[in-house]
């Protein structure tokens, strides 16, 4: 807490600071951290840069993400329709569950929701990140514990990327307004930008058209943004990075009672010194506030009553970062240091049917320390390893019910759950080999294990989807995962690139929700789901032209036995076996731009029995931008263009919700 008090306020000063500062015109800042490891070679990157990222139709970034073919959400719909606690991120099949398990950044600061793990998306607009980069596996090493599946990286977009001003406006289907603007100021030597953003729509109806009951109605969203960002130097070789944001995002599930809505505001301030010792020292705060009605459905789909109102889930996280770079010459690379996160959160609920309250939740915390070695010891030759002690604990857990009338406890349903603790050792090393340090082909093979600790929604808080439920565990264990894998990469010449990876994954005390008794699971640890398989990713450049590609066969696996024999050698819920992305770019600066992205995803199952299951999907989107003069530009985008059925869900009635159908767009944009 002294170390985040004290990045706290060593940003103060250096804003305070500033217009003394801003006279040095020689300092430049670049709002970036230290420069990357030379051991990233050794492992399976993916980069999506800004301009793939103008050229989405749905602008949405959780839809971009998907360029990195086995990036997947636990349901297929995007942040306009999908339920929030539904949108965890994971990669190459690890999932089985909503929470994610990959480790998400934005500008080195974690995004996930202190108590469930899910990420609001809606909060990360592409129009003012710069670059994307997604490790694929786990073991983040020096970025912190949960990088379970892989790591995505978020930049800010840089000064030299950012217009003075962006702004946009676009209609779409079913009276849909999707509004952007982004202002960018030089500071000095620094700069400040600041953007915002207003989307809404009267949405689509979730359940397909045959299952549809007197119930059913449109999934109307509104969702309101704001982010301000200011880099400034404070010396000679030192910047101050402070970042701050806030998100309203109020969705409706199609369903009377199921509306939801979530408050999330995110501040940060890093420290990044460029000497010949680099250095960075990092805090951030996240507060959360979100509510969510749930419903029961009778036959027919004709008649509907609320069975639960979560109508309070506060939560808050902080924690802290510090990393140093010592020099140790040329062709070495040494990253230590510390870090800590810790989160606190419980869930608010009212039982409709016993008029019993609920209030569950607890805290965790996590203190690691990270050591990485980057050796380059001949032409071509890249090694590395890395490795994390994490030390966790699991405080103050709760579970209370009580009746809403006389406000007497609930004993059969209420507990005070113990203190937990432990410690966790994890690790990573690879090998890139470039054979003369000029050639075309590049082989790397790569080794690691990472961790994760369950959520505290996980661990404490029951829900219930439609007429399933699931029941929480306060005794899970956390999950571990190790892996290996081996690659090729061929890049002849600039702009063209052909890769290939083939893995093997062991996700040890997997949670996942295990079925119990008709249309009841619970949260368990399962024996552990193998996953292998292999990713092909490729870049071409032609002049005006570009083409990109992504594509993974996954075979992910469950291992287990006792109570949950018999899910043994099934598939995780939601993990396909099969996507691939495919997109053509004509871009002409200062005439037009064009884009086509085909998207597919092979069927999944929806339930841990593999009873139930989705159907594959492939879907096209486009988008084309002509330039009017005087930096105004109009756009047209289309989603879906086919209007293909893609399955979200499949209750255990059989009625399937669908993904977002065709939807199209025209907006005029002004860029200067």
């Avoid at 946009?168 to 953003?197: K, N, P, Q, V």
């Avoid at 959360?288 to 008649?303: V, W």
């Amino acid at each position: 807490m002294r170390l985040f008090h004290y990045l706290l306020g060593a940003g103060c000063l250096g804003i305070l600071a500033t217009p003394a500062q801003a006279e040095d015109a020689d300092i430049i800042v670049t709002g970036q951290g230290l420069q990357r490891s030379p051991g990233d070679a050794a492992f399976d990157l993916i980069a999506i840069d800004r301009s793939r990222l103008e050229m989405s139709a749905s602008g949405r970034m959780e839809d971009i993400l998907r360029d990195a073919a086995g990036f997947q959400q636990f349901r297929r719909s995007d942040a306009r329709s999908a339920h929030p606690t539904s949108q965890g991120a994971t990669l190459r099949g690890l999932g089985g569950n909503a929470s994610t398990r990959a480790l998400i950044l934005l500008d080195g600061v974690p995004v996930v929701d202190p108590f469930g793990g899910w990420v609001s998306w809606a909060a990360l607009d592409p129009a003012r990140i710069g670059h994307v980069r997604v490790t694929r596996g786990g073991g983040s090493g020096v970025y912190g514990a949960g990088a379970l599946a892989g790591t995505i990286e978020l930049s800010s977009v840089g000064p030299d990327e950012a217009r003075g001003l962006s702004a946009g406006i676009a209609y779409g289907s079913r009276e849909s307004i999707d509004a952007d603007a982004t202002l960018t100021a030089r500071l000095g030597g620094g700069f400040a930008m600041l953007s915002g953003g207003f989307a809404r729509g009267d949405g689509f109806i979730p359940i397909v058209e045959e299952r549809r009951g007197p119930i059913d109605r449109a999934a109307r969203y509104r969702q309101s943004r704001l982010a301000a960002r200011a880099v400034i130097p404070v010396g000679v070789d030192t910047e101050l990075q402070a970042n701050g944001s806030f998100l309203l995002d109020q969705r409706d599930r199609g369903v009377p009672f199921t509306g939801n809505s979530n408050l999330a505001v995110d501040s940060s301030v890093r420290l990044v010194g460029r000497g010949i010792w680099g250095w960075e020292a990092t805090a951030w705060l996240q507060h959360r506030e979100f509510s969510s009605g749930f419903a029961s459905i009778g036959a027919r789909r004709a008649t509907v009553t609320q069975s639960l109102d979560q109508y309070n889930v506060p939560a808050n996280g902080l924690g802290a970062r510090v990393e140093l770079q010592p020099w140790l010459g040329e062709g070495r690379n040494l990253r230590i240091g510390g870090d800590i996160r810790r989160v606190k959160g419980r869930t608010q609920e009212l039982v409709v049917a016993t008029n019993t309250g609920r209030i569950a939740g607890g805290a965790q915390t996590i203190y690691g320390a990270f050591a990485e070695l980057a050796l380059l010891p001949g032409d071509g030759l890249t090694l590395t390893a890395s490795g994390r002690i994490d030390r966790w604990q699991l405080r103050d857990g709760l579970r209370r019910e009580f009746n809403r009338n006389t406000l007497l406890p609930v004993p059969a349903n209420s507990a005070i759950y113990p203190d937990r603790s432990g410690t966790e050792t994890t690790g990573r090393a690879g090998i890139a080999w470039n054979p003369d340090g000029a050639s075309a082909v590049t082989l790397r093979a790569a080794a690691y294990s990472g961790w994760r600790l369950p959520t505290l929604n996980e661990l404490y808080r029951p829900f219930r989807a439609g007429n399933d439920s699931t029941i929480a565990n306060p005794l899970l264990d956390p999950e571990r995962v190790k892996g290996v894998e081996g690659g090729i990469a061929y890049a002849p010449l600039p702009g063209w690139r052909l890769g290939a990876t083939i893995f093997w994954n062991r996700l040890d005390d997997a949670i996942s929700n295990v079925t119990i008794a008709p249309n009841t699971r619970q949260r368990q640890n399962v024996d552990a789901i193998r996953s292998r398989g292999i990713e092909i990713d490729g870049m071409a450049t032609l002049g005006e032209y570009r083409l990109t590609g992504s594509y993974s066969h996954i075979d992910p696996r469950v291992r287990a036995g006792g109570a949950a024999l018999a899910l043994d050698g099934l598939r995780p819920a939601q993990t396909p076996r099969d996507q691939f992305s495919l997109a053509g770019e004509w871009s002409r600066p200062g005439v037009a731009r064009l884009g086509v992205t085909a998207r597919y995803v092979a069927a999944q199952f929806e339930d841990d029995q593999n009873s139930r299951a989705l159907d594959d999907a492939l879907t096209f989107d486009a988008v084309g931008a002509v330039e009017l003069g005087q930096g105004f530009s109009v756009e047209l985008r289309a989603e879906n263009i086919a209007d293909k059925r893609v399955e979200a869900t499949v209750g255990a009635d059989g009625v399937v919700e669908r993904a977002t159908p065709r939807t199209l767009w025209v907006g005029l944009r002004l860029t200067r």
